[in-house]
Every structure is written in structure tokens, then in C-alpha cells.
């Protein structure tokens, strides 16, 4: 005859296995799902950067389809999707210290602060 508790014990595993089992794929789930929301953040990230050091050295250059072609990019970047909150104030920030002098204020319509006057020139001026 085989002791009760050993009987307990196996009723309990038999019930506790596939809840356990399910727990670990429902945690494994979990956890992919966070990684992969990561890696896009990260990939959204890394393309705008680049989309962003494009337009910069587009401008810079002095073509004057080139500036046009780097301004377009950062004001359609500051538009998309593709730009992450975290990173507005910084591209703003870009746009305004690399545009500002080489196609005026004209290029900061539709920017989210309307309101905000563009101002010309260094601290020395």
C-alpha cells in the first residue's frame, strides 16, 4: 500500500506541473515581447540618427540642392513617426543651429512651438 502522503504529493505535482509550465512560457513570452520593443526603439533610433547625420553633412557641403534636400529631411523627420519623443528637443535643437543660417527662419514653419521667435546670430552679435 503506498502512503498517503505520497499520494498527496502526487495529486499536487500532477496539478502544479502544467500550471508551472505555463507560467514559464507566459513569463518567456513576456520577456520576448519586452526585448523586441527594446531592439525597435533601438532601430527607430539608430535610423533617425542617421537620417540626422545626413542632412547635417547635406548642408554643410553649401550645395545649395543639398542644403534644400538636408533641411526637407530634418523638418520631415521632425514630423514623422520615426523621431522618438526623447529625441524632439535634440534634432530641434540640431535643426535650428545648423539650418538657421543657411535658409533663415523661413525653414522653422509648422515646427511644434509656432510661437518660438528665431533669432539670427551668435552671443557676440
Known sequence: MIPTWIS????????LSPVLALGGVALGGY?????????????????????????????????????D??????????????LQPEDYDLVAALTAAVAIDRVGPAAYAELENADTEVVEGGAGE
Do not use: F
Open 31 to 67: 520577456l520576448s515581447r519586452k526585448a523586441d520593443r527594446e531592439l525597435d526603439t533601438w532601430r527607430h533610433r539608430e535610423e533617425t540618427m542617421r537620417m540626422v547625420r545626413w542632412a547635417v553633412e547635406q548642408i554643410l557641403e553649401g550645395d545649395e540642392a543639398g542644403t
Open 8 to 15: 498527496v504529493v502526487g495529486v499536487v505535482m500532477t496539478v
Open 69 to 82: 534636400a538636408g533641411v526637407v529631411t530634418l523638418r520631415s523627420l521632425m514630423r514623422s513617426e520615426l
